[in-house]
């Protein structure tokens, strides 16, 4: 009793886990944005820093950036993204600090000044996310995703939005670099 037990909350984790999967790669394109890792990786091998820290870094008029922002940070070291540890601040409230994981090796500029963050944010972009909604409909009637979310394919879009064809091109590019290098490595 106290396996099955187990394994019903193994599968109530899991399940509320696939209800949420939006909320990693969302939270991984705002901290990109936001150059969270690399304001981080400019703090010093293995420094932590706290959101009130972080934000002072990043142009915002949010009185309350810090709490919003350590809500997104939080997901990421719930997934080890980032790592996470609790001091006592000058005020005696508990205050988290985050750092980055050998993970973040990759979303940080390397030696090479690319990393793999362009990917995720061309991946999580409104334009390849339109495609998703449409997923369902390649199995209905055939249809492409990316076709049906915008009137054109996927090679023919760039063309017609140069936003996107700069995230695309740029997220390429740096995954196409990082992926050489490790095959010439």
């Given at each position: 009793?106290i ?19 939006s909320?990693?790669?969302?939270a ?21 820093l706290?959101?009130?820290?972080i934000v ?5 008029t949010?009185p309350?950036a810090?709490?919003t922002?350590?809500?997104i ?10 790592s996470c ?9 508990a205050?988290?600090?985050?750092g ?7 979303l ?5 000044g690319?990393s ?13 996310m ?18 049906k ?7 023919e ?9 700069r995230?695309f091109?740029r997220?390429?590019s740096?995954?196409?670099t ?8």
């Amino acid at each position: 009793e106290i396996n099955a037990k187990i394994v019903n909350e193994d599968e109530w984790l899991l399940g509320m886990e696939l209800g949420n999967f939006s909320c990693l790669p969302m939270a991984m394109k705002a901290a990109i944005e936001l150059d969270v890792l690399q304001i981080i990786a400019n703090a010093g091998n293995g420094v932590q820093l706290s959101p009130r820290q972080i934000v002072a870094h990043i142009p915002t008029t949010n009185p309350d950036a810090a709490i919003t922002l350590d809500r997104i940070l939080r997901v990421l070291a719930s997934h080890s993204v980032l790592s996470c540890s609790v001091t006592t601040s000058e005020n005696g409230k508990a205050e988290r600090l985050y750092g980055l994981t050998p993970l973040c090796k990759y979303l940080v500029k390397n030696q090479d000044g690319v990393s793999l963050a362009p990917l995720v944010l061309m991946n999580q972009d409104k334009v390849l996310m339109e495609s998703w909604y449409y997923l369902k409909d390649a199995v209905l009637d055939g249809s492409q995703p990316f076709t049906k979310a915008h009137g054109m394919n996927a090679f023919e879009y760039p063309a017609m939005d140069q936003r996107f064809n700069r995230v695309f091109n740029r997220g390429m590019s740096e995954h196409s670099t990082m992926l050489m290098n490790k095959i010439l490595d």
